[in-house]
């Protein structure tokens, strides 16, 4: 399979051991992006990170494994019943005080991580991204977009992003 290499800024160290072993010279950029049109995939910059930032990923992801109808609709069952845990924390967070509101939301945070665990599993992708927050803010106000029903990507916003609507 053929891969790259992506380095995890936020656990690197800046020794630039990477620099020194990369044949390719892809490794050194000015935005520490490792190039991945310079990198041959050999694997020399992760084996010498000292702090295990260098990942060598895939071109290509094999797709989902098929599932029968019977276990995507227990899927969608589990799914929905977290999608109500995580609803009956959140009221729960509202009436209680201080120490509860933090055991609450933390547990509406857990039950929504694995709601949407589960929804992955069943075939959704949960666009959840910045870009994509972005994109929706977008076209609520584009006339390009007029034909889109609004009350659906303001829906889908709320959805997506409850933490704006606090
Ligand atoms: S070897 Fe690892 S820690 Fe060092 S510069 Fe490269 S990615 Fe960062
Ligand atoms: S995998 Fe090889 S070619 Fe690619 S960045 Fe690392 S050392 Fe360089």
Redesign the pocket.
């Known amino acids: 399979m053929k891969r790259?290499?992506v380095r995890n800024l936020r656990m690197c160290t800046k020794d630039c051991l990477?620099l020194f072993?990369?044949?390719?010279g892809?490794?050194d950029t000015e935005n520490s992006v490792?190039d991945k049109t310079?990198?041959?995939?050999?694997?020399?910059?992760?084996d010498a990170c000292p702090a295990k930032a260098?990942s060598?990923v895939p071109y290509a992801y094999p797709p989902q494994q098929p599932k029968t109808p019977q276990v995507i609709t227990a899927l969608h069952y589990l799914g929905r019943s977290k999608a109500s845990a995580e609803s009956a924390a959140l009221r729960l967070a509202e009436a209680a005080g201080d120490g509860m509101y933090r055991l609450m939301k933390g547990i509406a945070a857990s039950e929504r991580i694995l709601g949407a665990d589960l929804m992955r599993e069943a075939g959704y992708m949960l666009p959840q991204s910045e870009n994509t927050r972005a994109f929706l803010q977008n076209i609520q106000h584009d006339p390009d977009y007029a034909d889109l029903p609004a009350d659906t990507v303001n829906r889908l916003l709320e959805l997506l992003y409850p933490d704006d609507t606090e």
């Open positions: 790259y290499a990477c072993v990369c044949p390719t892809a490794t490792i310079k990198c041959i995939g050999c694997g020399a910059c992760a260098i060598l």
